[in-house]
């Protein structure tokens, strides 16, 4: 089944809880929630607290990504905080093998991310340890570009590769995706559509609405 995972990056913090609760009542299910540790990429976004206190008031699928410096020094306090799922960055751990095993020993769902200049090959050793491959189709650190019209070919490469070796793996997409061309990034090979500035710009309940009826429109066909 394909979802769409907003991502709270552009949510307003000062009513970050009415707005979780206007996606759960649109008929969302995830929520991708983005951590940044102003090294690893340059932003800084937020971390333990946040997470700790959306946690008590939601139960929507809370779909982690870390841009962080050495993930695997945080792996048990994002499952204390409340991760569902928990991706990290082949760019960004020297020991993706064991912090894969980890996560998943801990209960939550691993994933893997690479960045747009990264080949889609570089994950491809991990496949048989994870639930979602994240595709970053924008520079990775900060919501609101454009999306990379030449990352479309890695989201058919990875998806064929999941299909040549029939492996449970979601094929999920981060950057730069919108009402306009997010049936390309379906058709492409995408199970998950993360989206921030386009569903929380404006009538977030409305946006909301749309994205998810295109999805179905387009699992209908
Ligand atoms: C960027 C983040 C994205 C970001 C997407 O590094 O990983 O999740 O929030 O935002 P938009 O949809 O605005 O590109
Ligand atoms: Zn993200």
Redesign the pocket.
């Known amino acids: 089944m394909m979802t769409l995972a907003p991502?709270?990056?552009?949510a307003d913090f000062s009513k970050l809880g009415e707005q979780i609760t206007q996606i759960e009542e649109a008929g969302g299910s995830m929520l991708?929630i983005?951590v940044?540790d102003g090294v690893f990429?340059p932003?800084i976004s937020f971390g333990f607290p946040i997470i700790h206190s959306i946690r008590k008031m939601s139960k929507l699928y809370f779909d982690v990504?870390l841009?962080i410096t050495a993930p695997e020094r945080y792996v048990e306090e994002f499952a204390e905080a409340g991760a569902d799922g928990l991706t990290i960055h082949v760019e960004a751990c020297q020991c993706m093998v064991d912090t894969l095993e980890k996560i998943r020993s801990l209960g939550m769902e691993p994933g893997v991310s690479l960045h747009p200049q990264t080949p889609v090959s570089a994950v491809f050793p991990y496949l048989d340890l994870v639930d979602r491959v994240?595709v970053?189709?924008?520079?990775?650190?900060?919501?609101?570009?454009k999306?990379i019209e030449g990352c479309t070919k890695k989201i058919t490469m990875l998806k064929d590769e999941i299909t040549r070796r029939n492996l449970p793996v979601s094929v999920e997409v981060?950057?730069?995706?919108?009402r306009e061309n997010m049936t390309r990034i379906l058709e492409a090979g995408a199970d998950i559509l993360?989206?921030?500035?386009?569903?929380f710009k404006g009538d977030l309940k409305g946006n909301m609405t749309e994205f998810l009826k295109t999805i179905r429109d387009y699992e209908g066909d």
Do not use: E, K, P, R
């Open positions: 991502s709270i990056l552009a991708h983005d940044m990429v932003s990504h841009m994240l970053m189709t924008v520079n990775t650190g900060f919501g609101g570009q999306y981060d950057g730069g995706v919108n993360v989206s921030g500035s386009s569903v």
